[in-house]
Every structure is written in structure tokens, then in C-alpha cells.
């Protein structure tokens, strides 16, 4: 390299020179992130490997926008600066055209509703609230936020869609007694909605897997049959009934 610089013209030695060190440069930064990236997790080092995803792969999912983002930017600062009120103002006022779908504002818009303590609007936001939780399958949030609701409001109703998630969840946790209660429920506020026959055949299935009461399995499954004769859910019932 040396040999080929003495022919050069000398007003393009610095030139060759500062391209050289940028070319070092970019090299030794390239080689910093790859030693990082292999060592990470011994250097304590988080790497996010989404920021790694090749835009033209198959699997490649763009980042999700929040559909409420114009209304986050205004809050945010109103919470920061503990002008709670004001903030609720914005939320209320920006989204009487468009409702608020997303699950970050509806979650600081109750939080700031608890805050405050206004409880009319919060029981009415809860609603709200829940089919976006339970829209996402935030399981453990749906579930605190209907028992704050039923605290606060025993007749506190979701709609029948959310309360028949709510029961399956409190079931899964191990809370049957409130899973049952949560689809009758259901079954007593929407009876003619179509979830109705599939929450007395989830009812006859606690009572028969957890409860160890088969009678009472009998009885309920007995009641579809005579109330839903046609319904598509008489083929499970017999079966069921024929293993009881």
C-alpha cells in the first residue's frame, strides 16, 4: 500500500488516509456487535432478537401499532405531571368518535377512573374494558377487574361472551365454585343467547369433574336436552351421559 501511495498525487494521501480509518472503523464496530451478540448472555447483555427479523422472511410480523396512540401522547404527560382529572377529560373528549380499542389506553383509563374514584364512569368503562381484555386473552387482568367491578356493583354485568371466558378461566384456576356461578350468570342474564346450552354443558362438566357430584351432572345435562333438543351440542351430552 505504501508503494502504491508514493505515486499518488499528495492531495490524495489524506484523502486515502481518512477513508481508511472509516473503513477500520465500520470493521471494528461490525466485529464488536458479533462478539455481543455471541456473548450476550455472559456479559449480562439483553438482545431483543425481534430487531433481527428480515422483512422479506415468511414468519416476519411488523410491529403492532397501538390504535390509540394519538390519545396516549396527549395523557401520558397529564399523568406524569399528576393532573389525573385533565387527563380523563382528553380520554373522554378524543375518542367520542372513535372508541378507545386498545388495551393501553383502556387499562390507564380505568386505573385513572379507580384513581379518582369515580365510580359510575368506571363501571361503565369496565364493560368496555373487559370485552378488550378478554379480546387478548388477558386472563389474570379480566379476572381482577371483574371482581372490582362485582365489589363495587354486584349487578354488574359484562357481555354474555366475556362473562362465558371469565367462568372458563376462574375454572381453570382452580375457582370452580366462581365458575359456576359466573355461568349461571350468564344463563339467567342472556337466556337466549347462543352460549347459553355450551355454559350448562360447562357446568355439568365441573359438577362432574371437580364437584365429584354426578347426580347433579345428570340433572343438568337432562336440562339441555329437554330445553335444546335440536341444538348442536346433543351429541356431546349423550355421550356424556353415557359414561356417567
Request: aromatic share 10%; hydrophobic share 40%; charged share 25%.
Amino acid at each position: 500500500a505504501q508503494f502504491v501511495i508514493r505515486f499518488l498525487p499528495t492531495e490524495l494521501h489524506v484523502l486515502l488516509f481518512g477513508f481508511a480509518k472509516s473503513f477500520y472503523t465500520i470493521i471494528s464496530y461490525h466485529l464488536m456487535g458479533y462478539v455481543i451478540l455471541q456473548y450476550h448472555d455472559k456479559i449480562g447483555y439483553q438482545v431483543d432478537y425481534e430487531d433481527f427479523k428480515d422483512p422479506a422472511s415468511d414468519d416476519y410480523a411488523p410491529e403492532k401499532i397501538d390504535p390509540d396512540e394519538a390519545v396516549l401522547r396527549e395523557v401520558v404527560p397529564l399523568i406524569q405531571d399528576a393532573k389525573l382529572d385533565e387527563a380523563i377529560a382528553v380520554i373522554k373528549k378524543m375518542t367520542q368518535q372513535q372508541q378507545i380499542s386498545g388495551v393501553n389506553l383502556s387499562e390507564r383509563f380505568y386505573n385513572l377512573l379507580k384513581m379518582r374514584k369515580r365510580k359510575a364512569e368506571l363501571l361503565e368503562h369496565g364493560v368496555k374494558h373487559l370485552d378488550i381484555l378478554a379480546a387478548e386473552n388477558q386472563k389474570s387482568k379480566a379476572i381482577a377487574v371483574f371482581a372490582e367491578c362485582r365489589k363495587l356493583d354486584s349487578d354488574f354485568l359484562p357481555a354474555a361472551t366475556v362473562l362465558f371466558k371469565l367462568a372458563g378461566w376462574l375454572n381453570e384456576t382452580g375457582k370452580t365454585k366462581a365458575a359456576v356461578a359466573v355461568y349461571n350468570r350468564l344463563v339467567k342474564s342472556y337466556p337466549e343467547n347462543p352460549m347459553v346450552p355450551k355454559s350448562y354443558f360447562r357446568v355439568a362438566q365441573i359438577f362432574h369433574d371437580r364437584l365429584m357430584s354426578p347426580e347433579k351432572t345428570k340433572k343438568i345435562l337432562n336440562i339441555i336436552k329437554k330445553k335444546y333438543p335440536d341444538h348442536e351440542i346433543l351429541p356431546h351430552v349423550d355421550n356424556f351421559l353415557a359414561r356417567i
